[in-house]
C-alpha cells in the first residue's frame, strides 16, 4: 500500500528562524514528489515538485530535497514570516499521465510566532 | 495561469437538504477534474475521478448515489452532495488536470451541515 508519513505533526517556530519537515513515502512507481503549502480554509498550493533524478529545488526560501535511495524528502524553511503558518503536505505521484495517483501526507502544520 | 474557482466557499444547510458544489478551471481546459474530502487536521482523501463526457469514477468506500457528480464541459465539474447528514460536514476541494499528473487546486469549499 502506497503511504507518505510526515513528521513532525506540528511545529512552533519564532519568526526569522529556520525549520525543516520531513517526509518518508513508500509509493510504486515512483514519479514525482510534491511539496504544497495549504493556508487554512484553502486549498493546497504547490511549492516544489522534484522528479527521480532531481536532488534539490528551492523555491524563493523554500528548498526541499530527495532522496530517492531512502525515500526521503524534506522541505527546508529559512528565515521564517508570520506568513509561512499553515499545514505543509507532501504528496507522491505514482504512476504517469492519466493512470497516476496521488499519495498525501498527512501535513506538518507549522505556526510561527513572534 | 492555471486558476481553479469553487463555488460556494462555505455553504449551512439542513440536514436532508442537498447541496451543489461548482469547480471551474478558469483559464485552461481540464480534461479531467478530481474531488476531494478533507476533516480537520486531516490530509486529503481522493472521492472521485471525472473525465469530461463520461461518468465519474470513485474511490472505495464513497457513495455515488450520495456524492453527485457531473462534468458537462471542459471547465466546469459540479459535486452535488444529496442528502446531506451531519457526517457529511466537511472541507471539500476540487482540482484539475489537463491530462499529465499535475493538478491545480481549487480553494476548497467548507460544507456544514446541521
Known amino acids: 500500500k502506497n503511504q507518505v508519513e510526515q513528521s513532525p505533526q506540528s511545529l512552533i517556530i519564532l519568526e526569522g528562524k529556520n525549520c525543516t519537515l520531513q517526509c518518508n513515502y513508500t509509493v510504486s512507481p515512483f514519479s514525482n514528489l510534491r511539496w504544497y503549502k495549504q493556508d487554512t480554509g484553502r486549498g493546497p498550493v504547490s511549492l516544489t515538485i522534484m522528479t527521480f533524478s532531481e536532488n534539490t529545488k528551492s523555491n524563493g526560501r523554500y528548498t526541499a530535497t530527495l532522496d530517492a535511495d531512502t525515500k526521503q524528502s524534506s522541505l527546508h524553511i529559512t528565515a521564517s514570516q508570520l506568513s509561512d503558518s499553515a499545514s505543509y503536505i507532501c504528496v507522491v505521484s505514482a504512476g504517469s499521465g492519466t493512470a497516476s495517483k496521488l499519495t498525501f501526507g498527512t501535513g506538518t502544520r507549522l505556526q510561527v510566532t513572534l | 495561469g492555471a486558476v481553479v474557482s469553487q463555488h460556494p466557499s462555505r455553504v449551512i444547510c439542513k440536514s436532508g437538504t442537498s447541496v451543489k458544489i461548482e469547480c471551474r478551471s478558469l483559464d485552461f481546459q481540464a480534461t479531467t477534474m478530481f474531488w476531494y474530502r478533507q476533516f480537520p487536521k486531516q490530509s486529503l482523501m481522493l472521492m472521485a475521478t471525472s473525465n469530461e463526457g463520461s461518468k465519474a469514477t470513485y474511490e472505495q468506500g464513497v457513495e455515488k448515489d450520495k456524492f453527485l457528480i457531473n462534468h458537462a464541459s471542459l471547465t466546469l465539474s459540479t459535486l452535488t452532495v444529496t442528502s446531506a447528514h451531519p457526517e457529511d460536514s466537511s472541507f471539500y476541494i476540487c482540482?484539475?488536470?489537463?491530462?499529465?499528473?499535475?493538478?491545480?487546486f481549487g480553494p476548497g469549499t467548507r460544507l456544514t451541515v446541521l
Open positions: 482540482s484539475a488536470s489537463v491530462g499529465g499528473d499535475t493538478q491545480y
